[in-house]
């Protein structure tokens, strides 16, 4: 286990307007933790694309709703964590888009969860009751 090890949190309500405040926060220890910019960069994305996922499909753009997210990082790996009590995604009906043919039919949306898995070494969604969470997970 590892000695060094830290966690932060925020609470914000669901919506676009504050996804800049989410890319930021999550930027800003990323980058206190070491990451390097395309790291950092990368991160953000993923986050930026796991909220708005959570503001579209778990609560239907219901800004009354909130998120909670949740970092961390120990001398291995970064994470972070965003948790609703909207509708749950259920991953084993996800198949892989083909993102060729999205571009080519200029066809916009639908890459979300694809962008998120190839840009964090590895995601989780889990449900525990009421509460849905991704976790992503940054290697060092």
Not at 54 to 70: N, P
Not at 73 to 92: K, M, Q, T
Request: glycine letters at 4%.
């Amino acid at each position: 286990m590892s000695k060094n090890y830290s966690k932060h949190s925020m609470s914000v309500e669901a919506s676009t307007k504050h996804l800049a405040k989410v890319r930021d926060f999550v930027a800003k220890y990323a980058t206190e933790y070491g990451f390097k910019k395309q790291d950092v960069a990368d991160i953000r994305l993923a986050v930026d694309e796991a909220y708005t996922n959570i503001i579209k499909h778990s609560y239907k753009y219901d800004d009354q709703k909130s998120v909670d997210i949740e970092l961390g990082c120990n001398d291995d790996e970064f994470w972070v964590s965003l948790l609703d009590v909207g509708e749950s995604f259920d991953p084993s009906n996800y198949s892989e888009p083909d993102v060729r043919r999205q571009i080519k039919n200029k066809k916009r949306g639908g890459v979300g969860v694809y962008l998120i898995k190839k840009l964090m070494d590895e995601v989780k969604y889990l449900n525990d009751g009421d509460t849905n969470e991704i976790r992503m997970t940054k290697k060092r």
